[in-house]
């Protein structure tokens, strides 16, 4: 049995001040940047040229129509991205950034529609990962408006799960790494899903917060901080990152199960003898001693807290993947809003098959 339940500290180093300022030239001069967040790591572009937000899209094979969020720091004039900032919006924004939110609102007229997909709408982040801060800050700093953002998904070919670690990223990519992308440091991705998504797009319009994607921070926070309803996503919502049927997906087929499902699975005595199978739990732990045992099953212990889980499910995910499995099944999370960020990301990735 392989134990993921104890996480590493987060953010065990960081990349340097040299080394960010490298990443801020490049960036300047319209290249590609891996860089982490509290979330996942990103793939980053000056949000402002859309000939360096197509290469983006080109070196993740992400269609075009699909939005990326770009990430501003702490202090960005909001009004130099947004045509208008609902007061609802700066609410938001006061409660948790920085920290794993974007917001979906009306795009100024000055930023190219290419960061939303051809949307009048634009995703925005301020990210708490200090080495995003200062790679973000770096960048506004060589511009003489002071403003400037990253646009950048996930760093990872479209589809295909995200980074937590520098190394997945350097993996993902090392044809970009080879051509001299930098890749910053920033130790295991704290949160490690990516960010709730909420469109306030439409306040306007009448239509109230809808939540568009879950994440680290749930619908009962935001509901708790506006003091009304969140909504699920309508046929008029925006598109946005991570919300396609099938994403985050790994390779090895993945299917999802209840736990007395693995543990038929586990004494199936019509297993063939190459067939090795993963099967992740966060039930196990306690049972171990009395589960049953097979040679060409290995079982895969998980945190059973919502947030020590999400910060192992990426890592978990890819470390499995590249482990020569013909099949990972994957206990479901419990039905509890507190887990929906969780189960999102693996209904999706099990979509794929």
Known sequence: MVDQTSSPVPYPCGASPTEIAHAVDVLVQGGLVGFPTETVYGLGADAESPQAVARIYQAK?????HPVIVHIAPEADLLYWVASLPKQAQALIDAFWPGPLTLILKRAPNISAVVSGGQDSIGLRCPSHPVAQALIRGF??????????????????????????????????????????????????????????????????????????PGHISAAQIEAVLHQAVQ????????????????????????LSDFAGLLRLAQDPGLQATQRIALVSYSIAPVLATTP?????????????????????????????????????????????????????????????
């Open 140 to 213: 506004a700093a060589s511009r003489s408006s002071g403003q400037a953002g990253i646009a950048a998904p996930s760093a990872n070919k479209f589809g295909h799960v995200s980074p937590t670690q520098v190394s997945h990223v350097r993996s993902e990519f090392p044809e970009l790494v080879e051509q001299g992308m930098p890749v910053l440091e920033g130790g295991a991705s704290e949160v490690g899903i990516e960010s709730t998504i909420v469109d306030l797009s439409r306040v306007d319009q009448g239509v109230g917060p809808v939540l568009l994607r």
């Open 293 to 353: 045992r097979h040679p060409q099953i290995d079982w895969i212990a998980l945190p059973d807290k919502p947030e020590a889980y999400s910060h192992a499910l990426y890592a978990t995910l890819r470390a499995l993947d590249q482990s020569g499995y013909v099949r990972i099944v994957w206990e479901h999370v419990p039905e509890h809003a507190d887990w929906a960020g969780v189960k999102d990301r693996l209904g999706r990735a099990a979509a794929a098959f």
């Open 61 to 65: 094979g992400r269609p075009s129509n």
């Open 232 to 255: 699920d996503a309508d046929a008029g919502a925006p598109r946005v990152s991570g919300a396609l049927k099938a994403h985050y997906a790994p390779h090895t087929p993945l299917q």
